[in-house]
Antibody, heavy 122, light 106 residues
Framework: QITLKESGPTLLKPTQTLTLTCTFS??????????VGWIRQPPGKALEWLAV???????RYRPSLKSRVSITRDTSKNQVVLTMTNMDPVDTATYYC??????????????WGQGTLVTVSS | SYELTQPSSVSVSPGQTATITCSGD??????AYWYQQKPGQSPLLVIY???KRPSGIPERFSGSYSGNTATLTISGTQAMDEADYYC?????????FGTGTKLTVL
């Protein structure tokens, strides 16, 4: 059974740095074709992809956020960490981590965590 | 930036067929993926690589594509299918999600 769970702060002040951890089980981030991604969803709005890290440590970022976002992994702990600097109220959203499958030169998300709501407010 | 356009809302009567489209300039050369999201829940993958259904997804969900448009079809729509639906594609090493469609089963 594949599970993912996000953890981290629920409330941040503007300019602070967000650090979210995705702890997963049921798969290995060392397996070829496997990755973990982060996707967020502002209240009442659409999904927005942020970043993905793959089995070979390759990383991809949303171009508009590339300067603020970093994704890393700890394969031994089955964890992936998302860091986002200089948080702003517009970054208020539910943040999801999801298992990524890379097939046929594309990536999709076949298992999702429950999500964690992060609010940015002074 | 790459965009995927979906109708904001679609309404269907129970038992009828619902169709949700996803259009983008580069859809012709990219696989489409579809996710269902019910209120308060995480997204669920319902179609991958244009036409394939993951294990456990009912047969009434199907996907197709033509030119720059991918389509999600729900045949014999049930009340439990009422949800938001998002398409997704991978292009130039970045993921893009569609604008989302609210499916209402009247």
């Amino acid at each position: 059974q594949i599970t993912l769970k996000e953890s981290g702060p629920t409330l941040l002040k503007p300019t602070q740095t967000l650090t979210l951890t995705c702890t997963f089980s049921g798969f290995s981030l060392s397996t070829s074709g496997v990755g973990v991604g982060w996707i967020r969803q502002p209240p009442g709005k659409a999904l927005e992809w942020l970043a993905v890290i793959y089995w070979d440590d390759d990383k991809r970022y949303r171009p508009s956020l590339k300067s603020r976002v970093s994704i890393t992994r700890d394969t031994s702990k089955n964890q992936v960490v998302l860091t986002m600097t200089n948080m702003d109220p517009v970054d208020t959203a539910t943040y999801y981590c999801a298992r990524a499958t890379n097939e046929m030169a594309t990536t999709y998300f076949d298992h999702w965590g429950q999500g964690t709501l992060v609010t940015v407010s002074s | 930036s790459y965009e995927l356009t979906q109708p904001s809302s679609v309404s269907v009567s129970p038992g009828q067929t619902a169709t949700i489209t996803c259009s983008g300039d580069k859809m012709r050369n990219n696989y489409a993926y579809w996710y269902q999201q019910k209120p308060g829940q995480s997204p669920l993958l319902v179609i991958y690589q244009d036409t394939k259904r993951p294990s456990g997804i009912p047969e009434r969900f199907s996907g197709s594509y033509s030119g720059n448009t991918a389509t999600l079809t729900i045949s014999g729509t049930q009340a439990m299918d009422e949800a938001d639906y998002y398409c997704q594609a991978w292009d130039s090493n970045t993921e893009v999600f569609g604008t989302g469609t609210k499916l209402t089963v009247l």
